[in-house]
Structure formats: structure tokens, C-alpha cells
């Protein structure tokens, strides 16, 4: 009992042993905190990022998706320096649809509506798919395609074609001062207009096209400077469209590129800024 009193008093008169661990400053720990509160906004950041691309990559891919016109094969529709929206989901979906268009189908998914004559579509070009073109969808399978003498033909029937004031270009590689312009209308109601440079140029008078199953003839509105289904890019098949132009988002004449932002005042086209494309 003595032993244990004595053992218990002992133990009240001990002296407290140090801990292993140092106690530490005050500064030291707040640039702890401060340290993982960077390292935590840091994180944030870059995940914000990667949602960001993510989403990006999503509205591209399945939406909408930005190109740049860079030719005047489709004027005066669609003019050099014309930004524009192409609608991915117009007509379903295909290989070529994704970015780097990996082969996992065949054929288009999710085709809820049929192209139309008429439709301004973007496609890959059937000799070389990695090359986007832009062209007005004028012949459907089966149809019969001929320019006679300047005139479209579809089907045996001349689509009207009447005068409709002149254009002029500001795009260096393809001039032109008060070139013809012609208004026509498919059989659809779809109307728009064309230029007609010469009336005898190699793309005026063609033989019959026949639209194979599964394919569409196209031609570009600039019909006498426009490398198309007359030409060598022949029948295009379903499964190469990419989509049907919707509207113009932006535009800079002149040759302006898009990085010279201070030449945008002055060569902006103000006009043509959130045009629908018909």
C-alpha cells in the first residue's frame, strides 16, 4: 500500500517530458496555409481549364463549329474573310464529324432531317477528306444535272434565271468590277445569286449528270471561278457531310487577316455580321 502511495506521489511531482516534435512559429504555419491555399486556387484554375476545352470540344463537335471562308468560289454569298457557324447536327452525324475523324462507323448516325437542295453545306472532299469545301447542294440522288449555255438544268427543267444588278469583289486573287449578277430559284422556293463572269466558260455548258444513290452534286455560287461537282470533285457521298451553314459571326474585307486587329475598324463589314446564310 506504502509502495503504491509513494509511487503515486511520485508521479505528481514528475517533471512533464519534452515531445519529440518542436513547437513551431506562428509565421511558419500561416505560410503553410498560405502555400496550400495557392496550390489550391492553382488546382481550381487549371480545372476550370480543362472544363472549359472540354466543353469547347463538345459544342464543336456535336453543335456548332467555326470555319473561314478562304476562297471566292461561293460569292457573292459567301465572301474571303466571312466567319461562319456550320451546324453539326443538321444532318446527323459521321466519321467525319469528330475531331481527326476516326474510322469507328460507317454511314451517318442520328440523321433526323435530309439535306435540300439548296442547303449551303460544308463537305470533305470525296479524293481528299482531310480538305474541307464549302458548295450550295444542287443535284439529290437521282436527279439529272446539266449547265446548258449558262442554265441549270435539274431534271430536264431550266431553273429561272433573272439579272439582278451587279458585284464587285475586294478579294485580290479573284477581282472583279461590276460583274453580273443572276437571281435563281429551285424548285424548292430556295432563292440566291449567282455571278456569271463569261457566258462561255468551260462550266457553262456541261454534259448530264446522274446523282448516284447515296450522293449529291454541288456547285458553287461563283459559277465561273468555282471548282466543283462539274469539275474534279465530282460526286460527293452522304457520308462526307459535315454540315449546313448557318450564319455569318464575323467578316473582314479586303484581304484583312484576323490577326491585324488594327485594321479591323476600317475593314470590318459590319453588314454582314451575324447574316444568315441562305
Given amino acids: 500500500m506504502g509502495h503504491?502511495?509513494?509511487?503515486?506521489?511520485?508521479?505528481?511531482?514528475a517533471t512533464p517530458l519534452k515531445t519529440a516534435e518542436p513547437k513551431r512559429k506562428t509565421s511558419d504555419v500561416s505560410d503553410?496555409?498560405?502555400?496550400?491555399?495557392?496550390?489550391?486556387?492553382?488546382?481550381?484554375?487549371?480545372?476550370?481549364?480543362?472544363?472549359?476545352?472540354?466543353?469547347?470540344?463538345?459544342?464543336?463537335?456535336?453543335?456548332?463549329?467555326?470555319?473561314?471562308i478562304p476562297s471566292g468560289?461561293?460569292?457573292?454569298?459567301?465572301?474571303?474573310?466571312?466567319?461562319?457557324?456550320?451546324?453539326?447536327?443538321?444532318?446527323?452525324?459521321?466519321?467525319?464529324?469528330?475531331?481527326?475523324?476516326?474510322?469507328?462507323?460507317?454511314?451517318?448516325?442520328?440523321?433526323?432531317?435530309?439535306?435540300?437542295?439548296?442547303?449551303v453545306i460544308v463537305f470533305r472532299l470525296p479524293s481528299h477528306p482531310d480538305i474541307d469545301y464549302?458548295?450550295?447542294?444542287?443535284?439529290?440522288?437521282?436527279?439529272?444535272?446539266?449547265?446548258?449555255?449558262?442554265?441549270?438544268?435539274?431534271?430536264?427543267q431550266p431553273v429561272p434565271k433573272q439579272a439582278d444588278g451587279t458585284f464587285?469583289?475586294?478579294?485580290?486573287?479573284?477581282?472583279?468590277t461590276d460583274v453580273p449578277v443572276f437571281r435563281e430559284t429551285l424548285d424548292n422556293g430556295v432563292s440566291f445569286d449567282t455571278l456569271d463572269h463569261s457566258p462561255v466558260?468551260?462550266?457553262?455548258?456541261?454534259?448530264?449528270?446522274?446523282v448516284p444513290?447515296?450522293?449529291?452534286?454541288?456547285?458553287?455560287?461563283?459559277?465561273?471561278n468555282s471548282l466543283d461537282s462539274r469539275f474534279d470533285v465530282g460526286m460527293v457521298p452522304a457520308e462526307n457531310l459535315v454540315g449546313r451553314a448557318s450564319v455569318i459571326f464575323f467578316s473582314l474585307g479586303n484581304d484583312t487577316s484576323f490577326r491585324e486587329i488594327w485594321k479591323w475598324p476600317a475593314n470590318m463589314r459590319w453588314d454582314r455580321i451575324f447574316k444568315v446564310v441562305q
Fill in 168 to 176: 464587285t469583289s475586294d478579294y485580290s486573287l479573284d477581282p472583279g
Fill in 213 to 224: 444513290e447515296g450522293h449529291y452534286f454541288f456547285m458553287g455560287d461563283n459559277r465561273d
Fill in 4 to 13: 503504491c502511495r509513494g509511487f503515486a506521489k511520485g508521479l505528481e511531482n
Fill in 32 to 68: 503553410n496555409k498560405a502555400e496550400t491555399k495557392q496550390q489550391s486556387s492553382l488546382w481550381e484554375n487549371i480545372k476550370v481549364i480543362i472544363q472549359a476545352l472540354l466543353l469547347a470540344m463538345v459544342i464543336r463537335t456535336v453543335l456548332f463549329q467555326p470555319f473561314t
Fill in 73 to 119: 468560289s461561293m460569292m457573292p454569298t459567301l465572301l474571303v474573310g466571312d466567319y461562319i457557324f456550320v451546324n453539326k447536327f443538321a444532318y446527323g452525324y459521321s466519321r467525319y464529324s469528330l475531331p481527326f475523324s476516326p474510322n469507328l462507323f460507317s454511314g451517318r448516325i442520328l440523321q433526323f432531317n435530309e439535306p435540300q437542295r439548296g442547303d
Fill in 201 to 210: 466558260s468551260r462550266g457553262d455548258n456541261t454534259p448530264e449528270f446522274l
Fill in 134 to 156: 464549302i458548295k450550295r447542294l444542287i443535284g439529290l440522288p437521282g436527279d439529272r444535272v446539266q449547265v446548258t449555255n449558262g442554265v441549270l438544268f435539274i431534271n430536264g
